[in-house]
C-alpha cells in the first residue's frame, strides 16, 4: 500500500470523510450542543483534544496488545482509555474554566460514548498507522468534527428565528440541515487523491 | 397478580412506540443512520444492538447489587464492551461480507448510547426478568425504526428491497438516499411522521376530555 501523506490524510479526515457528516460517528453532541455556536466550539474543543490523547494511547495500547497476541481485548481497553481521559478532560475543565463545564452539563462525560472517538481508534488501528500519523489523523478528524459542529450551530442560531411550522421545528430541521451539509460536503469527494 | 402482568407487558411495549429508543429519544442515532442503507444490514445491526441490550440488561440486572455506585458506568462499559466483542466475533464467522458491509459500526455497539442508557435508567434498579423484557421491547423498537429507515432508503435508492428489484427498467434510483446525506433525510421524514401521528393522538385525546368535561357540566 502506498504510503499516504500526512497532508492527506489530514484533509481526508477532516473533509472528505468528514467523521459526523459521512460517517455518522458523534451524532448526540453533534444534535445536542449545536444550538449555541459557543457551546459548539467548546465542545468541539474538548472532543479534539481526547480524540488526540485518545489517539496516541490507542496506539501504544495495540503495540502491546499485539505482542501478547490478544487482539480480542482491543474493544474493551480502547473503551477504558477513553473514558479515563474522559475523567480527566472534565476535572480539569472543572478547575480551569466552570462556566464551560456548566454549560456542557450532561453532554462532557457523554463524550465517552461519543463513538467519534471510539471508531477513531478503530479505524487508525484498521488502517496501520504509524505513530506521527495516528497524530495527524486525529487531528485532521478533530478538525472535522469541529467544523461540522460550528457550521451547524451557525445554521441554526438562524434557524431559531425563522418561521417553521410546528411540526418541523427541532430535530426534524436539523436533521435535513445536517442532510444539506452531508451534500455540500461530498463536494470534496474528489480531493487529495 | 393481574395488575402485576399487565405492567411487565407494557415494560415490553412501551420501546416499540411511546418510548420508542430512535424516533422518541434520539438515542442510537449513530448507528441508525450508518448502516440503513439497505434493509438486510439495518436488521442485522438491529439484531445485533439487541442481543447486546439483552445480555447487558441481564448480567447488570444480576450484579446490580454487588456494583458500588462510583464505579458503576465504568463497570457496565465493561460488560457492553464484552458483550460486543462475542458479537464481533459471530458475525465474522457467521458472514465475512455482513462483517466488511457493517465495518467498525458493530464494534462501535459499545458506544450506542441506548445500551448503557438502559443499563442505567432501568437494568440496575430492576429485576432481572423485567430488565430482560424492557431490553426486548428496546431492541425490537431500535430494530423497528432501523428496518424503516433501511427499507426507504433501499427501494428509493437502489430500486431494490432485500436485493430484488422491484421496479421496472425506466425507474431512475435516488442515489443521494444510499449517500450520507440520505440518511440524515431518510429519518427526517420518518420523524415528521411520527410526530405528526403523535399530535394527532394528543389532539384527540385533548377533544376527549373536553368533551367529557362538558358532559360532566
Given amino acids: 500500500m502506498k504510503d499516504p501523506g500526512y497532508w492527506s490524510i489530514f484533509l481526508n479526515a477532516a473533509l472528505i470523510n468528514n467523521f459526523v457528516l459521512a460517517y455518522f460517528l458523534g451524532l448526540c453532541p453533534f444534535f445536542g450542543v449545536s444550538s449555541k455556536l459557543e457551546t459548539a466550539i467548546r465542545m468541539s474543543g474538548a472532543v479534539s483534544f481526547v480524540m488526540l490523547v485518545a489517539s496516541a494511547c490507542a496506539f501504544g495500547i495495540n503495540l502491546i496488545l499485539e505482542a501478547i497476541n490478544a487482539p480480542y481485548l482491543r474493544i474493551i481497553s480502547y473503551i477504558l482509555v477513553i473514558s479515563s481521559t474522559v475523567q480527566l478532560v472534565e476535572m480539569l475543565m472543572r478547575k480551569l474554566s466552570p462556566p464551560t463545564f456548566r454549560a456542557l452539563g450532561i453532554f462532557l462525560p457523554l463524550i465517552t460514548t461519543n463513538c467519534a472517538i471510539l471508531g477513531l481508534a478503530l479505524f487508525q488501528t484498521n488502517k496501520g498507522y504509524g505513530f506521527t500519523q495516528s497524530i495527524v489523523y486525529a487531528l485532521g478528524a478533530g478538525a472535522g468534527f469541529a467544523l461540522a459542529l460550528v457550521l451547524m450551530a451557525g445554521v441554526r442560531e438562524k434557524l431559531d428565528l425563522a418561521d417553521v411550522p410546528q411540526l418541523v421545528k427541532g430535530t426534524a430541521a436539523a436533521l435535513v440541515v445536517a442532510g444539506i451539509l452531508s451534500m455540500g460536503f461530498m463536494g470534496f469527494a474528489g480531493l487529495g487523491r | 397478580m393481574a395488575l402485576k402482568q399487565v405492567s411487565s407487558t407494557d415494560e415490553f411495549i412501551k420501546g416499540l412506540w411511546r418510548d420508542n429508543p430512535v424516533f422518541i429519544h434520539m438515542l442510537g442515532l449513530c448507528p441508525a443512520l450508518a448502516v440503513s ?17 439483552l445480555m447487558a440488561g441481564l448480567s447488570v440486572s444480576l450484579l446490580r447489587n454487588f456494583i458500588p455506585r462510583e464505579a458503576r458506568i465504568v463497570s457496565y462499559i465493561c460488560i457492553i464492551a464484552t458483550f460486543v466483542t462475542c458479537v464481533d466475533y459471530a458475525i465474522m464467522a457467521i458472514s465475512i461480507e455482513l462483517h466488511r458491509a457493517l465495518g467498525a459500526f458493530i464494534a462501535l455497539i459499545v458506544v450506542n448510547c441506548l445500551i448503557l442508557g438502559r443499563s442505567e435508567a432501568f437494568a440496575s434498579k430492576h429485576n432481572p426478568g423485567r430488565a430482560l423484557l424492557d431490553a426486548l421491547g428496546m431492541g425490537v423498537g431500535f430494530t423497528g425504526a432501523l428496518f424503516f429507515i433501511g427499507v426507504m432508503r433501499e427501494v428509493l435508492g437502489s430500486g431494490t428491497l432485500f436485493g430484488v428489484g422491484l421496479f421496472p427498467d425506466g425507474f431512475q434510483t435516488w442515489t443521494v438516499m444510499v449517500l450520507p446525506s440520505g440518511g440524515f433525510f431518510a429519518m427526517a421524514i420518518w420523524l415528521l411522521v411520527v410526530n405528526w401521528i403523535r399530535q394527532r393522538q394528543a389532539d384527540a385525546e385533548k377533544q ?4 367529557a368535561g362538558k358532559a360532566a357540566s
Fill in chain 2, 37 to 53: 442503507n439497505t434493509a438486510i444490514n439495518a436488521l442485522a445491526m438491529g439484531a445485533a444492538t439487541t442481543f447486546v441490550l
Fill in chain 2, 208 to 211: 376527549a376530555v373536553e368533551q
